[in-house]
């Protein structure tokens, strides 16, 4: 079994451009996390799905960022007209539901807005 | 869902022992507690998880009091691989949803 897996691992990418994050979980783990980590900072949560709902967005830091889950399995967020502040580390985790906090991270995936 | 508190940072010398607090005041019942520790670019890695008294695994101790407002995460005679953050996450195992991670702990080890 493999853990999660993030791709890619590194994204450079132009101030106002795109950008999407893959997330592959461990195989059935309900539940998937996104997180933000700002150079030398903690993690600020995202999103998280439980299954293909994602019952609470509110950690999303605007409308330019979107997030989806299909088949109960691999995850994408979206950045939309990226900005520099954008920049970080986006780490994804999975859990198995009934153990929600014991979470399995990926590597993430670093992400520089130039 | 249990707002957390540790400590920034702390330093330690290899083969002593490092206790790091979490104050997490307003706990709920069906509350776990939970400790992560992360290396330089790497994600969070599940260290330990207790709901009260003492838990021991291969790794570390966690030594939560009776009333269950804070917990200690004890790391046995520290090297200078054990150098990284560890944070403390306190939330419901069955329905959690929002998982906040406080900011952590950074403990250096020094030779």
């Known amino acids: 079994g493999a853990g999660v897996s993030q791709s890619p691992s590194n994204k450079v990418t132009e101030k106002g451009k795109d950008v999407e994050l893959r997330c592959d979980p461990i195989s059935g783990h309900t539940a998937l996390y996104w997180y933000r980590q700002s150079l030398g900072q903690g993690l600020e949560f995202l999103i998280y799905?439980?299954?293909?709902?994602?019952?609470?967005k509110s950690g999303l830091p605007s409308d330019r960022f979107s997030a989806e889950r299909t088949g109960g399995s691999v995850s994408t967020l979206t950045i939309q007209r990226t900005q520099q502040e954008d920049s970080a580390v986006y780490l994804c985790?999975?859990?198995?539901?009934?153990?929600?906090?014991?979470?399995?991270f990926g590597s993430g995936t670093q992400l520089s807005v130039l | 869902l249990a707002k957390t508190t540790q400590p920034i940072s702390m330093d330690s010398y290899e083969g002593q022992e490092v206790n790091i607090t979490c104050s997490h005041n307003?706990?709920?019942?069906?509350?776990?507690i939970t400790w992560y520790q992360q290396f330089p670019s790497q994600g969070p890695r599940f260290i330990i998880q207790g709901y009260k008294t003492k838990v021991t695994n291969e790794v570390a101790s966690l030594f939560i009091p009776a009333d269950r407002k804070s917990s200690t995460l004890s790391l046995p005679r520290v090297s200078l691989s054990d150098t990284a953050v560890y944070y403390c996450l306190v939330g419901d195992r069955s329905n959690t949803g929002k998982l906040i991670f406080g900011q952590g702990t950074t403990l250096q080890v020094k030779p």
């Open positions: 799905f439980q299954g293909n709902s994602a019952p609470d």
């Open positions: 985790a999975s859990s198995l539901e009934g153990t929600l906090l014991e979470l399995f």
């Open positions: 307003n706990i709920a019942t069906n509350d776990y």
